[in-house]
């Protein structure tokens, strides 16, 4: 079993997170504030929800996670899949499809990443 997660943009890996390596400090205390302040409320599908529970923690993160990804936002998208992979520990891919301007988001939990190999071609 991988201890890797990975965020898939149209099949293509953007990012992996790999938890065994320990989580420094300031980036744990990060995501606790990350997590303060959606206590206090976030909007999933136009509705403010105060408190929200794990799933729907997970869809708002997910969410800004397509968005900085979008927006060449390697920070905020390293933060976001951070989130991701210390809060859901079982969470194996993030899978972003994105056709057409309509964009779907898939937690896999029951498939382990696999490293993708670059295939070189010479003439």
């Given amino acids: 079993m991988s201890n890797i997660m990975a965020v898939l943009l149209n099949n293509i890996a953007q990012l992996?997170?790999?938890?065994?390596?320990?989580?420094?400090?300031?980036?744990?205390?990060y995501l606790d504030k990350m997590d303060?302040?959606?206590?206090?409320?976030?909007?999933v599908a136009d509705?403010?929800?105060?408190?929200?529970?794990?799933?729907?923690?997970?869809q708002f993160v997910s969410a800004n996670l397509v968005?900085?990804?979008k927006n060449d936002n390697e920070?905020?998208?390293v933060s976001m899949c951070?989130?991701?992979?210390?809060?859901?520990?079982?969470?194996k891919q993030v899978k972003i499809e994105e056709n057409n301007?309509?964009?779907?988001?898939?937690?896999?939990?029951?498939?382990?990443y696999k490293k993708q190999?670059?295939?070189?071609?010479?003439?």
């Fill in 101 to 112: 301007g309509e964009v779907s988001i898939d937690l896999v939990f029951d498939e382990d």
């Fill in 117 to 123: 190999v670059e295939v070189k071609f010479t003439h």
């Fill in 16 to 29: 992996e997170y790999n938890r065994d390596i320990p989580l420094p400090a300031h980036q744990a205390a």
């Fill in 75 to 77: 920070e905020l998208a």
């Fill in 67 to 69: 968005h900085a990804l």
């Fill in 36 to 43: 303060e302040k959606m206590a206090q409320g976030i909007i």
């Fill in 47 to 58: 509705k403010t929800v105060r408190d929200p529970e794990l799933n729907q923690r997970a």
């Fill in 82 to 91: 951070t989130w991701l992979a210390d809060r859901m520990p079982e969470l």
